[in-house]
């Protein structure tokens, strides 16, 4: 049988690279009890104070039902909490709660840690220059 040369593929590397980048920071999160997806949602609606769930998808790159999916476990564990928008009370938004806030000034300084890690073992030019180099990633030349 032909060989396929699974080791040259570009997805295969990738996914290999982000469940050890993950894993790298679940472990360095662990003490705040937030692993490094919730923690990227929860900075994120942190940042933005009052987010749909579509907007989360659209910014992290994940489907509505994904989103959907991942924020489930932050709403029951009490560290975002689903409102009527101030906009349109028909619209739902998603605010961070005061455990959320309290998670995050937990979280933070681990994950400030985790970067200076990951930048003192790669180089921050690099880290800095790999971060660019996913961001401008053409997945369809056409």
């Given at each position: ?32 009890g937030l692993r ?32 959907g999916k991942n924020?489930?476990p932050l709403e ?67």
């Amino acid at each position: 049988m032909e060989k396929f040369g699974i080791r040259d593929c570009n997805c295969a590397s990738l996914r290999k690279a982000a469940r050890r980048l993950t894993s790298f920071y679940d472990s360095q999160l662990q003490p705040s009890g937030l692993r490094a997806t919730q923690f990227a949602i929860l900075a994120l609606v942190n940042e933005m104070e009052e987010v749909s769930v579509n907007l989360i998808a659209e910014r992290l790159g994940l489907d509505r039902t994904t989103a959907g999916k991942n924020l489930r476990p932050l709403e029951q564990a009490g560290f975002i909490e689903v409102v009527s928008a101030r906009h349109d009370a028909r619209q739902r938004a998603i605010s961070v709660t005061r455990a959320g806030h309290a998670a995050l000034k937990t979280a933070v300084p681990l994950w400030r840690q985790a970067q200076s890690r990951f930048e003192a073992a790669n180089g921050a030019d690099k880290a800095a220059m790999l971060r660019e180099t996913l961001k401008e990633l053409v997945l369809d030349p056409r």
